[in-house]
């Protein structure tokens, strides 16, 4: 069966230093993978997709980036941290593929950050 | 761009009231899924609606499909303390040059239930 691994569940990191956040998937392959920020008592934000390796859209410009270094892999980064960086992240994954009936995003189980 | 609207944004109710939070596309969606976020945890995925006009039932939890593909809810019948949580509506759309070979998922910004015992 599939499986979805994100780690640290916490973090707390001072507002400069640099970040990265890893996402590995097993029981599949050639994934879609996504990270998502979810600031306290909002919403989900796409941060990152990207459906292969090496393959990264960014949906929204800010301080992160984010890396695909092998098909089960997903990192996110950053160089220095913001305050603003704060919030809980969530990776995931789903299908790739023209059957839209079979898309369904697994998460994994978050990485709470706060920058201080 | 393409979005997905959902109301209301937070829903305090008393145990054994209904609940039902409603979800909006701007444009016709393939799909529609909901994802119940608990407290202190991660989205996970309950059903997914794929008719037009379509209802799909789990138990005290009632989905509905618009007949345009445009909207949905989720109705829960007598709530219950375990059904405290964020709940989350999903539109399936094509990625932007894909030429329908991928999808994608654009989530509503959730409907925060709290329940009263």
């Known amino acids: 069966s599939q499986t979805i691994h994100q780690w640290p569940a916490t973090l707390v990191q001072p507002v400069g230093s640099p970040l990265s956040l890893e996402c590995t998937v097993e029981g599949t392959s050639n994934p879609n993978l996504y990270w998502y920020r979810q600031a306290a008592g909002r919403g989900l934000q796409l941060l990152f997709y990207s459906v292969g390796i090496g393959q990264i859209s960014s949906e929204v410009p800010q301080n992160l980036s984010a890396s695909r270094p092998q098909d089960r892999q997903f990192i996110l980064s950053s160089k220095k941290l913001l305050l603003s960086d704060s919030g809980f992240y969530l990776c995931?994954?789903?299908?790739?593929?023209?059957?839209?009936?079979?898309?369904?995003?697994?998460f994994g189980s978050g990485t709470r950050l706060t920058v201080v | 761009g393409q979005q997905v609207m959902q109301i209301p944004q937070y829903q305090h109710v008393q145990e054994g009231e209904d609940f039902t939070t409603y979800c909006n596309s701007s444009?016709?969606?393939?799909?529609i899924q909901w994802y119940k976020q608990r407290p202190g945890g991660h989205p996970v995925f309950l059903i997914q609606?794929?008719?037009?006009?379509e209802v799909k039932k789990q138990k005290r939890l009632t989905f509905q499909f618009g007949e345009a593909k445009k909207n949905s809810s989720l109705h829960i019948t007598a709530t219950q303390t375990t059904d405290v949580g964020t709940y989350f509506c999903?539109?399936?759309?094509?990625?932007?040059?894909?030429?329908?070979?991928?999808?994608?998922?654009?989530f509503g910004k959730g409907t925060l239930l709290t329940v009263n015992p």
């Open positions: 995931a994954w789903s299908v790739f593929g023209p059957f839209s009936s079979s898309l369904v995003y697994t």
């Open positions: 609606l794929v008719k037009s006009g």
């Open positions: 999903a539109g399936i759309l094509p990625t932007e040059n894909s030429g329908g070979s991928n999808y994608k998922l654009t």
């Open positions: 444009t016709t969606l393939s799909n």
